[in-house]
């Protein structure tokens, strides 16, 4: 099935941002938002990020109208970095390479965020894109692997003379299995917990009482003891990506004025 018969999935959708008519970049570090008048952009927009079949899509729409301001498309066997740039200088701004779909012409355009958490889920999304794109090439990578290999086990089991369906791996039994299986000592079996058996209802389980209080520390203080705000793993960050932390640079001069 084709990419234009699928249903398109919004993987991310943002009611406000700001579109940036942008200079040219003067470094090849890559673009600075701090030469942008961050003021004065050029189109308020809602951004959606669209997946149909392999074919992702940042759409900018008219905040108010909902018409269709600009698309950027995204790649599937490029770095996705060749169609969205963040900034070096602030983590709520990116260039974007939308492109004229009729006459595929392109243009870049910054792209700007009120709240860094908007621009993280952004940027995530982005990155969701192309990671499920590689996800699936590595998918057809084995499915074409396996079926080669069929291939070849089938021929094979032909010019053997062996017949019926090929089977790469062949996982039934052969011979005799011997299974032992120790016996249960009886040394203990025969013992009974008198103090449990008295105090167990007729006809029900016994709920055991809830644990005592410590008259220094009051109820709860052995709980309570163990569970620190944090702990060990989250002090350290490990494992976790820091979406919070602002870039390098990143001062009040980005903030949006209405």
């Known amino acids: 099935m084709s990419d234009d018969g699928r249903i398109e999935i919004v993987t991310y959708s943002i009611a406000e941002a700001y579109v940036y008519q942008i200079p040219p970049s003067a470094t090849h570090q890559g673009h600075r938002a701090d030469s942008w008048n961050v003021e004065k952009w050029l189109r308020a927009v809602r951004v959606k990020v669209t997946s149909r079949g392999s074919k992702g899509v940042i759409k ?49 355009l910054g792209l700007g965020f009120r709240e ?18 590689a996800r699936e090439r590595e998918a057809i990578k084995r499915r074409e692997e396996h079926e080669r290999l069929m291939a070849e086990k089938a021929a094979a089991n032909a010019a053997a003379g062996v017949e019926g369906p090929a089977k790469l791996h062949d996982y039934s039994l ?27 209802p007729a006809g029900g ?10 008259p220094a520390g009051g109820p709860g203080t052995e709980l309570d003891s163990g569970l620190d705000s944090g702990g060990a793993g989250a002090a350290n960050g490990e494992g976790w990506a820091n ?3 602002p870039a390098r640079g990143d001062e009040d001069w980005a903030d949006f004025q209405s």
Do not use: W
């Open 60 to 108: 900018l729409e008219d905040k108010d109208s909902g018409e269709l301001f600009a698309e950027c498309p995204l790649p599937n066997d490029a770095p996705v970095s060749t169609a969205v740039e963040p900034v070096i200088d602030s983590s709520r701004y990116f260039v974007l390479r939308v492109v004229d779909e009729s006459s595929g012409r392109h243009a870049f």
């Open 174 to 200: 052969k011979g005799t299995v011997t299974v032992n299986i120790p016996r249960r000592a009886t040394g203990g079996a025969k013992s009974v917990n008198v103090a449990a058996t008295t105090t167990t």
């Open 205 to 214: 389980f016994a709920i055991p009482p809830p644990p005592t209080a410590s």
């Open 243 to 245: 979406f919070d932390e």
């Open 116 to 133: 860094r958490d908007h621009a993280s889920d952004f940027k995530l999304a982005v990155q969701e894109h192309q990671n499920a794109r």
